[in-house]
Each structure stands twice: as C-alpha cells, then as structure tokens.
C-alpha cells in the first residue's frame, strides 16, 4: 500500500514539473520578441534587412542595460512573404507564451492575414512596412510605422510624377495583392485630382517574369511616364524588359521597392534614372543616421533601404513601451502603451500613431544616377 501511494506521488510531482516546465517563467531576465520576415525567396532583401536591423536594435538596448534591468531576445522565423507562411509563424509566437510581442510581417497581406490571430491573443503586432490603410485599424494590437497609401500614393502622382518628373499620360503596371491594388487605387485618386491622364492600367500576379505583351499592349496607349507599383525583382525586370523594345522616350518610377541596391544589382544599365519616393534617405548631415547605415552595411554587406530603418525603430519603439510599462508589462498592454507614446524619435525621424495604429509621413524623391540612388528633393517638395 505504501508503495502504491509513493507511486502516485511522484507521478503527481513529474506532472506538476511537466506543467511547470511549460508555464512562462515569470521571473525570466529576458524579454523575447518575435521577428516576422521575408528572409528567403522572392524579397529576401527586405527580410534579411529587418533581421540585421532588428538584432542592431536589441544590440544596442541590451548594451546600456536592457529593458528594465531585462535582455531583450529576438525569435526570428522566415515567412517567405507568404501568408499560409506567416500564419503559421503567427500560432508558433501566441502559443509561446514568452514572447510578448512581436515585429513584422514585411507585406500588408502577410500582416492582414495574421492579424486575427494576434488579436485573438491580445499580442501587439506592430509592422515595420505593412502600408494598406485597412491594416492597422484591424484591431486594437496592429500597428504599422511605414506610412500609409492613401498618404504616399497621392504624392506620388501629384509631386513625383507630375510635378517633378512633368508627366501628363501616365501608364500604371501594379501587383495584385491587398498592398498592390490599395497603391494602384489611391494613386489613381491622386492622378485624378490634378489632372493627370491614366492611359492604361495593368496588373499581374505575384511570380510574373514576362511583361512584353503587357508592356506592348501599354505602348500603344502613348504614355510619356510608366509607374510600376511593385517590388526590386520585377521593378528590375520590367526596366529591362523596356529597353530591349527600344523604348527610350519613356520615363519610369516606381512605388514600392524604397531605395533597394537589388533594383541597382539586377537591372544594371537599364534602371538608370529610375525615379522612387521614399519616407527616409540617409544624408551625411545627420551624423545619428549616418553612423547607423554604416554599421548596418557593415553587418548588411548591401545598402541600407527605409524598410530596415522601420524595422530598427519598431524594436526601439516596444522596448521603450516596456520601459514605460514597467511591472506592469504584458502582451496586454504594450498596445496601449504604443497607442499613447508621443515623444518618440527614431531612425526615420519622430513616429506618433494615429487613433488606428498607423503613421501618417512625409516622402523625398530619389533617383539612381550613375549607378547608385541620389536623393533629389527634401520633405518641403511635397508641402
């Protein structure tokens, strides 16, 4: 009989371990943050970018002494940019119960797909690049620091194409997903607010390397400026694409890749003078910035582009929301704690969100000339 008790005994201690050893550890010096990104496939660059930039954030908090006496890890998963992808990622970081937050994903589907199952969590996602302006207003815990569409495509059809680059035909060429086609709308509204003409608008999906019969097609509409509203890949294909027609009279922009040394790399000789909008360009005067793309270079060994920098300030920005929590921090409350913050001053200069979670920016205009991007106009242009 005494055997028989000492038995259920410790079969009930190996239980409670068990139990023990899955409950979070409340006494942890460590807070974990997960990092959602691209880091293999078709947007490699962003996603590489945001794990160099988002490891120089807990880097540098760690070095002058963390979180509230605490180390802040990163969970770093691989999405691809692909939404099943990322949803799987997104019950990997609610069902590990340390990890109190988390950064990403790079693509406002990935981030539209994921957020019900952070909400359902009470988990912050708070987006470094994520710009459809539906995304953060999904609920309470999403948040995005990029900018939106309806603030960035507007400009760029009224400032970039028309005002600096003169065009008055206008083709566009988008990508169809949610990102792509709340680009395309809002540019439209913009393009008709000022009287540009939309010659033609086309569209593709996802993975397409072909574009000469679209391209053809357009050609035959007589645009004198065609925006591309995409990533480096096909941005660097079309470019190419373009000049083996022998199209040299038409100008090309594009909204999307940022400044990234992958449109440069892949499309050579005929990206020259490609013009882009970006919220953020690293110019020598501003020595913080500067000292920063440096170190991300170095660490990067490819130029640093404005979704990296998000990707930094995101990291600071819910380190110093546990900071500002204090005890009382928690998957439940850093949203509240973000939503509320309104001295903060990043990389990408000051970020206060607004009452749906996102940024309102302004842009700069830059354009690659002998072969790297050269910033060509200062915030004022769009005012």
Sequence with gaps: MLKKVLVIVLCLAMVI???????????????????????????????????????????????????????????????KGDPKEATEIARKFVENEDIIAVVGDFSSTCCMA???????????????????????????FMFGVMGRQDGEAPFFAEFLAGKYMGAEKMAIIYLNNDWGVSAYTNMVKGAQAVGLEITAEENFVDGEKDFTATLTKIRQTNPDTIALIMFYNEVSIISKQIA?????????????????????????????????????????????????????????????????????????????AIENLGDNASRETINGALATMKDFVGITGPIVFTADGDVFRKYKIAAIEDGTWVQKTDYSFGE
């Design 114 to 140: 994921t957020a019900p199952i952070y909400t359902e969590a009470k988990m912050t996602q708070l987006s470094p690049t994520a710009s459809h302006p539906d995304y953060a207003g999904m609920s309470e």
């Design 17 to 79: 371990g068990v139990f023990a050893g899955c409950k979070k550890d409340e006494g942890s010096d460590v807070i974990k943050i997960g990092v959602a990104a691209p880091i293999t496939d078709k947007w490699a660059e962003y996603g590489k970018g945001f794990e160099v930039a988002t490891q120089m954030a807990a880097d540098k908090i760690n070095a002058a002494g963390g979180v509230n006496g605490k180390t802040i890890e990163l969970v770093v998963m691989d999405s």
């Design 244 to 320: 083996a027609m022998g199209w040299d009279d038409v100008k090309v922009c594009t909204l999307g890749p940022g400044t990234s040394d992958q449109i440069i790399e892949l499309g050579g000789a005929d990206v020259e003078g490609l013009v882009t909008s970006t919220p953020f360009m690293v110019t020598a005067d501003d020595a913080k910035a500067w000292d920063f793309k440096k170190e991300f270079e170095s660490r990067a060994g490819f130029t640093l582009n404005v979704h990296s920098a998000c990707a930094y300030d995101a990291v600071t920005m819910i380190a110093k």
